[in-house]
């Protein structure tokens, strides 16, 4: 057996890089109104103040006054009405639907997208992040639709099934399904 030099030893380790560098770099590199006002799009922000609101940029929020305010002096920023708020990692993980334990991935795709240096990591170690990412969606998407579905059979389908005439059943149907879906996204 041969006892690794130190060499080799130093690159393993260094190669294992720790969560924290993509996180501690975008913090750094990317201001939250930066990545704000590009989700926003143009002259969606309004200054009040010291801080800046827009409509909730956050999704399953359907804000229809600004509730969403950005702090440039902390750079942070919160939505006074889903009660949600951190810094410019949080937005984007929340944004782009990365769950806490990746936030290093929504860390280094932001870099990307405002065009920094990403600190390395072998390309394979981010395919199989994004490989196991949209797996877990499925997953979630799918048990979400089964209980949509079992709600809407328990909950709705009785009532449209009064309805006798087969065309308005049938209607009224698509129309509830429809209804359904958008109150329970
Ligand atoms: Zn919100």
Not at 117 to 145: G, L, S, Y
Not at 149 to 176: G, Q, S, Y
């Amino acid at each position: 057996m041969t006892i690794p030099s130190a060499e080799t030893r130093r690159t393993r380790r260094y190669r294992g890089i720790s969560y924290v560098k993509p996180i501690a770099a975008a913090k750094e590199a990317v201001p939250v109104i930066d990545l704000a006002d590009r989700l926003a799009g143009p002259g969606k922000m309004r200054r009040v103040g010291k801080t800046w609101t827009t409509n909730c940029l956050l999704p399953n929020h359907d804000d229809r006054t600004p509730s969403f305010v950005i702090y440039p002096e902390t750079n942070s920023w919160y939505c006074f009405s889903c009660l949600r708020g951190g810094n410019v990692i949080e937005l984007a993980r929340l944004v782009w639907g990365y769950d806490e334990r990746d936030a290093h991935v929504a860390a280094a795709n932001l870099l990307h997208e405002f065009g920094h240096d990403v600190p390395q990591r072998p390309p394979a170690w981010f395919r199989k992040h994004e490989r196991q990412r949209h797996t877990r969606t499925a997953i979630e998407d799918t048990k979400k639709n089964i209980v949509r579905r079992r709600l809407f059979k328990h909950l709705i389908l009785p009532l449209v099934d009064t309805i006798e005439d087969e065309e308005e059943h049938n209607r009224e149907l698509d129309r509830a399904w429809l209804e359904f879906q958008r109150l329970m996204p």
